[in-house]
């Protein structure tokens, strides 16, 4: 771990936005539950630079603690997933004339997205978490300047939710403009900080998420070193994210009037950050009282994410009448949540009528840690919903429903 003082972006001082507290790594998923609220704890806090605005940790983890074994694994079968792969496959149809030959993915986890050109183009997932199977051909290995040349050049470059987690931003940009072929693109997707701002999404923050995205602040740093942001679009997916498209400085590919616009629209963002931790700090409070207004029930978290774990461990000992986290991730079960301690078990004990024989009784609410696939996991559960169950949300606002 390190504590850095100035900007991954440009080198600029950093000022203290909102601060959680001490916070185990998110995806620890522990084998004993002594292990798990003993795990060592680092200080969670969002800064912001002075001099770009970029937003970001100043606690740095090492990537090789972070990631050669990593929890998370694509789910499969989500619609609102299915549905967002589709869109971000036809704006590449759109912006990339000719159809790719040759796609690279960075932290391409289990392939999921990789898979839907298997079929049509050369696919190379790059992920060092040896762990998760894949579906496509993979390199277990970090994308990194020094690593990049070995990948070969591709027409499309995809990094989806990963970039975060880099602290070498320019340098991974660098290895993005090395493999791009002269009239590629680059794809690169993230969390939009403009939404977690607003939305006082404070279960966004956990140390993998080096950095909270901003369209402003990649101008410059692409900029930096030879590559041009000409468009991008905004996702509801994982709560609120940004696509954004790179490509070869002077290769042709001009600033569209969607990135302008949205790029006008960040001037919001000044309010939104001094609103953040109050509204923030509204959120934490709603959900201990929301909690506290179900005392007497018995009370499951829905998904064993890692902003849940955020979460859990910010709303600290009023959540812990907590007794179990449903998830569908079967290398997450039976493990124990980072800090919480809370047991993680499979998703199907949380199906009523479930055949399987789990031991597991149902609660009378769940909180739903999983809030950004809300719809279609309160759909799934909709015999659970009919026979009394709740489910408390906690963005946009904490409720229960
Ligand atoms: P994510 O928000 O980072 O994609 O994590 C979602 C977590 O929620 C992941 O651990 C899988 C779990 N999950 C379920 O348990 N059931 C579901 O229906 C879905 C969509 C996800
Ligand atoms: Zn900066």
Request: glycine share 6%.
């Amino acid at each position: 771990m390190k504590i850095v003082a100035s900007c991954r972006a440009c080198s600029g001082a950093l000022n203290y936005v909102f601060d959680l507290g001490q916070v185990p790594l998110a995806n620890t998923y522990s084998e004993t539950r002594a292990e798990a609220i003993n795990l060592p704890r680092y200080p969670l806090r969002l800064c912001q630079c002075r001099r770009c605005g970029f937003l970001q940790l100043d606690v740095v983890i090492d990537s090789a603690t972070l990631f050669s074994h990593y929890a998370y694994e694509t789910p499969r079968g989500s619609p609102s997933l299915t549905h967002h792969y589709d869109q971000l496959v036809e704006a590449i149809a759109t912006i990339h004339d000719a159809p790719p030959k040759r796609i690279l993915e960075m932290g391409s986890n289990n392939g999921a997205f990789l898979e839907l050109y298997a079929s049509t183009c050369e696919v190379l997932g790059i992920d060092p978490a040896e762990n998760v199977a894949s579906s496509v051909r993979v390199a277990r290995q970090f994308f990194t300047k020094e690593t990049a040349i070995q990948f070969g050049k591709c027409d499309v470059f995809v990094a989806r939710h990963c970039m975060a987690h880099i602290d070498d931003l320019k340098g991974t940009f660098e290895a993005i403009r090395a493999v791009l072929k002269p009239d590629g693109i680059a794809v690169i997707e993230n969390a939009y900080a403009l939404d977690t701002l607003i939305g006082a999404q404070f279960d966004q923050l956990y140390h993998e998420h080096h950095s909270y995205f901003l369209l402003r602040p990649f101008f410059d740093l692409a900029e930096k070193v030879g590559l041009n942001l000409f468009h991008a679009f905004r996702s509801p997916i994982h709560g609120g994210s940004i696509v954004m498209f790179f490509a070869h400085r002077g290769a042709g590919y001009h600033a569209t009037d969607a990135l302008v616009k949205l790029v006008e629209g960040e001037e919001i963002v000044e309010g939104a950050l001094k609103m953040f931790p109050a509204r923030a700090t509204m959120a934490i409070e709603g959900l201990r009282a929301g909690l506290r207004s179900l005392a007497y029930s018995t009370v499951d978290t829905y998904g064993a994410t890692a902003k849940g774990n955020t979460l859990l461990n910010v709303l600290g000992a009023d959540a812990l009448h907590i007794r179990y986290a449903v998830d569908s991730t079967p290398s997450k079960w039976n493990k124990f949540l980072p800090g919480t301690g809370i047991k993680v078990i499979s998703e199907a004990s949380a199906i009523p009528l479930n055949d399987e024989g789990f031991p597991y009784p149902r609660p009378d609410a769940y909180l739903l840690t999983a809030w950004n696939y809300a719809d279609e996991i309160m759909e799934k559960q909709r015999a659970f919903r009919d026979a009394g169950g709740v489910f408390i949300l906690p963005f946009p606002f904490p409720r229960i429903v």
